[in-house]
């Protein structure tokens, strides 16, 4: 049988608003926009707060770690980014410079600088000795 175009089917399914019989089955694809998760840096804000607190820049990173998990949460994602950001920011801040603290000490200590432990031992044996 020949069809002309006007009078070819083109669906013979029945469309959703026609309503569905019982043996008819339905697919519901949902379609999410491909966005890179916001990663809030809570490990490393945790870390630094505890173990590198240098200017309590690491509490103030755990703070804005926090409130970009909230805002992830509450699935503001533009807020939760820059909180997050905000959050990287200060860390690399708060791990550089007690990276450096933590050099320089060790540098001063081997160079003979801080060698206070030696004076006051010095002194507790002697308290007359100068040197």
């Not at 505890?50 to 949460?73: E, I, P, Q, T």
């Not at 200060?90 to 007690?98: F, G, K, W, Y």
Request: charged share 15%.
């Amino acid at each position: 049988m020949e069809y002309k175009a006007d009078h070819v089917p083109m669906n013979t399914r029945t469309y959703p608003y026609q309503g569905l019989k019982e043996d008819d089955q339905s697919t519901v694809i949902t379609v999410v926009p491909n966005v890179p998760p916001v990663r809030d840096h809570l490990p490393w804000s945790i870390f630094n707060f505890f173990y590198m607190n240098f200017c309590c820049l690491g509490f103030v990173a755990l703070v804005f770690s926090v409130k970009s998990r909230d805002r992830k949460l509450m699935r503001d994602t533009e807020g939760a980014r820059r909180y997050g950001s905000t959050a990287r920011s200060l860390n690399i801040a708060a791990t550089v410079l007690n990276t450096l603290l933590y050099i320089i000490i060790i540098a001063l200590m081997f160079g003979g600088v801080i060698g206070a432990g030696k004076m006051l031992h010095a002194q507790s044996v002697n308290p007359y000795h100068h040197g």
